[in-house]
């Protein structure tokens, strides 16, 4: 498989979205959050996923706010089990128009009297 015009190279494209990252583009932090959930080009890691989420998912990246969601839901990479974080996230997420954390805050809501 071959990159755009370039050799593929996993390693290089996480080590450019990683600088990206670091100073701060929220849809560079979501996307090494992905690499890190999914093991793409990096060994699989959740606890660094959970932190690249969460660094997007507060400057409003609607696709970090629900996969952040999800690990506080869950207590996924080190996060603690929060429904009222992960209900707080969703809604973040839902509110911008993203179906599936619609879908998750609405079971939420169904399942838990407390959100």
């Not at 890190?36 to 932190?51: E, F, N, S, T, Y």
């Not at 999800?70 to 973040?92: K, M, N, S, T």
């Amino acid at each position: 498989e071959q990159g755009r015009g370039v050799p593929k190279d996993d390693r290089e494209g996480v080590r450019l979205f990683g600088l990206a990252a670091d100073q701060g583009l929220a849809t560079a932090c979501y996307n090494c959050g992905i690499f890190h959930d999914l093991g793409m080009g990096v060994p699989q890691d959740d606890a660094k996923a959970a932190r690249y989420y969460r660094l997007a998912a507060e400057q409003g990246c609607e696709m970090a706010q629900h996969n952040y969601a999800v690990f506080c839901e869950h207590g996924i990479g080190g996060v603690p089990q929060d429904i009222g974080e992960a209900a707080w996230y969703y809604r973040l997420a839902a509110a911008q128009g993203y179906a599936d954390s619609q879908l998750n805050l609405g079971r939420l809501l169904l399942e838990v009297a407390a959100v």
